[in-house]
């Protein structure tokens, strides 16, 4: 492999910071016919710049390649994401005075899962999402969808917006100068956008390793949107601490002005500079902390198998399979996962070829503790399945009891 540069300075990436081995893509399920035939893997490496302290994964894979007509992830299956996108939509139309001869963009929408809530105030809006599973799933609901990748090229062609939303997309993005070029020059001259994605802070102090995919391209710390936001005529107004995700930042952004930064705005900044995100020491124990995790849950899952206790997975995603293939876990070890996408339900897990199932089939079957994967929605899987013990494996193996 050639010498990686990063996405945003170019400067070369020699520091390694975690190394999670050769895994394949994290939403790439599999039919059972597909599974006695070979999978394509790539280095899970992932690299710090030095110069401007952005932790990186290189483009191993296009994003072409990641997210593929048949993308299996629908945010609409999970009822407090959708809940949260229609609080986030409530504040912007109260923030910044929306109505209906306003425009929405959002960017990466999905299935439909915020816009619905954009729809139902009767202010017009559009879609952008590259993945043709989930952009037809939101024309059919009639939510305006134009099924590209978002670029600075194609924000040249659109309508500008007044409001455009980008959540838990940033990290997704290989080319992320061009990406935020692309909200600068959609956004009118007195428009706003808001941006989500997970706090490299919180991953950190949480040890939410398995967040690290090949489709995430990057994880970002305040600083460094700051830095790209600025480098293309942006700047941040202000700066909300949000629980989604183990921890994220949702960061609103304006056409630069020269706005004091607010308060919330300073209070990140400071805590990632006490945290030292900008020294190569702040991350040396990411490796030390990954192995631990991954070592307690294999001394779980096998002091179980030997007391026979059923552990069933719930939530095939993307982190999961993640944290499964980094361990080696197979379906001796856990038997099957349970999720609610149907578009998941009778594959199977890549890598480790786990079967999916649907949660309905959890009650045929007398599981003793249900693993979950996806940690940051355990409540929500706690208040769907009483009766069962849980346990979530980040930051470390810990049971979560049960819900009568």
Request: charged letters at 20%.
């Amino acid at each position: 492999m050639k010498q990686p540069h990063c996405r945003h300075c170019q400067s070369p990436l020699e520091h390694t910071v975690l190394d999670l081995g050769h895994q394949p893509p994290s939403n790439a399920y599999l039919k059972k016919e597909q599974l006695s035939l070979p999978e394509t893997t790539y280095p899970l490496k992932v690299f710090l710049c030095t110069d401007c302290w952005l932790m990186q994964l290189p483009e191993h894979a296009a994003a072409e390649d990641l997210f593929t007509a048949d993308y299996a992830y629908f945010s609409s299956t999970s009822r407090s994401w959708c809940s949260h996108a229609k609080q986030l939509v409530e504040k912007a139309i109260s923030r910044l005075g929306l109505g209906p001869g306003s425009h929405v963009v959002e960017i990466a929408s999905n299935d439909g899962y915020l816009l619905q809530y954009v729809q139902e105030h009767g202010i017009p809006c559009l879609g952008i999402e590259p993945t043709h599973s989930t952009a037809e799933k939101a024309m059919e609901r009639g939510i305006p969808t134009l099924q590209e990748f978002f670029s600075e090229n194609l924000a040249r062609e659109l309508e500008k917006a007044d409001f455009v939303v980008a959540n838990n997309v940033l990290a997704h993005v290989p080319n992320v100068n061009d990406f935020m070029l692309g909200i600068a020059t959609i956004l009118k001259p007195n428009g706003a956008a808001s941006i989500e994605f997970p706090h490299i802070l919180k991953m950190i102090e949480g040890n939410q390793f398995d967040t690290i995919y090949h489709e995430h391209y990057s994880y970002f710390g305040l600083h460094n949107v700051i830095r790209i936001a600025e480098a293309s005529g942006l700047e941040v107004m202000d700066v909300e601490e949000i629980k989604t995700h183990g921890g994220s930042l949702r960061v609103w952004l304006q056409h630069k002005k020269n706005t004091a930064l607010s308060s919330v705005t300073r209070k990140v900044l400071g805590d990632e500079e006490k945290k030292g995100l900008g020294t190569r020491e702040c991350y040396s124990a990411l490796q030390r902390n990954a192995e631990k995790a991954k070592n307690l849950l294999l001394e779980f899952l096998i002091r179980a198998k030997q007391e026979q206790e059923l552990v069933l997975g719930y939530g095939a995603a993307a982190k999961g399979n993640t944290l499964l293939n980094y361990a080696g876990i197979k379906s001796d070890l856990l038997p099957a996962v349970a999720d609610r996408a149907e578009s998941k339900q009778g594959k199977y897990l890549p890598g480790s070829h786990i079967p999916i199932i649907s949660p309905e089939s959890l009650k045929e079957q007398k599981v003793d503790t249900l693993l979950v994967l996806p940690w940051n929605i355990l409540d929500e899987v706690m208040a769907e399945n009483k009766g069962i013990a849980h346990a979530t494996a980040i930051p470390t193996i810990e049971r979560h009891g049960s819900i009568n």
